[in-house]
């Protein structure tokens, strides 16, 4: 069993930056990739970014790149987002999530994919 938990959503003015953090229980989570992923209001959730097992390998949606980084700490069992120029379009709901398979080498997008959600954390941004 698993337990995700978000911190670090909140409001903030466009331009600006929060940082996500999700801390996991149990000691298998420097075994699995991780991702991020967000619902705004009247939208489907959708990938944001990913990050392989070690850290290695990640992955950002074309929405995020360059503003948005996914980092992991293994040794304290917690995921990053750090979210920088932060847009209107940004708001949402942020979850995190743990694939499904361990130690692959690769980031995939499918919420299919992961099994274990966090219970998310809001994030909006004013214009």
């Known amino acids: 069993q698993v337990q995700l938990v978000e911190s670090g959503g909140g409001l903030v003015q466009a331009g600006g930056s929060l940082r996500l953090s999700c801390a996991a229980s149990?000691?298998?989570?420097?075994?699995?990739?991780m991702g991020w992923f967000r619902q705004a209001p009247g939208k489907e959730r959708e990938f944001v970014a990913g990050?392989?097992?070690?850290?290695?390998?990640?992955y950002h949606t074309d929405s995020v790149k360059g503003r948005f980084t996914i980092s992991r700490d293994n040794a304290k069992n917690t995921l990053y987002l750090q979210m920088n120029s932060l847009k209107s379009e940004d708001t949402a709901v942020y979850y995190c999530?743990?694939?499904?398979?361990?130690?692959?080498?690769?980031?995939?997008?499918?919420?299919?994919?992961?099994?274990?959600w966090g219970q998310g954390t809001q994030v909006t941004v004013s214009s």
């Open positions: 999530a743990k694939h499904l398979n361990t130690y692959i080498v690769l980031v995939t997008t499918g919420d299919s994919e992961y099994d274990y």
């Open positions: 149990g000691r298998t989570f420097s075994s699995y990739g």
């Open positions: 990050i392989s097992w070690s850290g290695s390998i990640t």
